[in-house]
T-cell receptor
Framework: DAKTTQPPSMDCAEGRAANLPCNHS???????VYWYRQIHSQGPQYIIH???NNETNEMASLIITEDRKSSTLILPHATLRDTAVYYC?????????????FGTGTRLQVTL | DTAVSQTPKYLVTQMGNDKSIKCEQN?????MYWYKQDSKKFLKIMFS???????INETVPNRFSPKSPDKAHLNLHINSLELGDSAVYFC???????????FGPGTRLTVL
């Protein structure tokens, strides 16, 4: 699976948009970009994923560049409860299982 | 209803002991996983089972033996516990059209 690079930490004011970047320059054509987050040592939580089109769900938006070498997770109106470590993961399905290779992630701190 | 549950939540034991952690999912998924998160917060996959069959084994010492009595359960048995086994162990399951992984709350193992 391709390696990802994320900034180690970011701050965001509550109510503002949080834009979390991720570089995955060695991504292959059949690899997806997944985002998970981990709130204070709880189990990681799925946020969103995409292949090449931009995606939006109730939690976030995912913007993938045309060359697919980078992406940005957008939390449109960050709240204090969004404080967590955010992981960008690139993976392809390996048959019936698809392991997630977690990096060091970005620690997002949302402040008042 | 808890989707992925683990017991116990905390486990403190002496070096050399044998212990088990249990995991159950009620999502009807076919695939289950064990991940280990060490003190530096790196989250790494250990095993994956699909329909009770082992399909991923990530160079884990053979003191660790996963057991899947049915596809809703994946237990982790650890023999001869060592100090370095101290970590948080997360169980997960995956399935459905998004193939996202749902994580349990974790079991914090402390070996003294």
């Amino acid at each position: 699976d391709a390696k990802t690079t994320q900034p180690p930490s970011m701050d965001c004011a509550e109510g503002r948009a949080a834009n979390l970047p991720c570089n995955h320059s060695t991504i292959s054509g059949n690899e997806y970009v997944y985002w998970y987050r981990q709130i204070h040592s709880q189990g990681p939580q799925y946020i969103i994923h995409g292949l090449k089109n931009n995606e939006t769900n109730e939690m976030a938006s995912l913007i993938i560049t045309e060359d697919r070498k980078s992406s940005t997770l957008i939390l449109p109106h960050a709240t204090l409860r969004d404080t967590a470590v955010y992981y960008c993961i690139v993976r392809r399905s390996t048959g019936t299982a698809s392991k997630l290779t977690f990096g060091t992630g970005t620690r997002l701190q949302v402040t008042l | 209803d808890t989707a992925v549950s683990q017991t116990p939540k905390y486990l403190v034991t002496q070096m050399g002991n044998d212990k088990s952690i249990k995991c159950e999912q009620n999502l009807g998924h076919d695939t289950m996983y064990w991940y280990k998160q060490d003190s530096k917060k790196f989250l790494k996959i250990m095993f994956s089972y699909n329909n009770k069959e082992l399909i991923i084994n990530e160079t884990v010492p053979n003191r660790f033996s996963p057991k899947s009595p049915d596809k809703a359960h994946l237990n982790l048995h650890i023999n001869s516990l060592e100090l370095g086994d101290s970590a948080v162990y997360f169980c997960a399951s995956s399935g459905g059209p998004r193939n996202e992984q749902f994580f349990g709350p974790g079991t914090r193992l402390t070996v003294l």
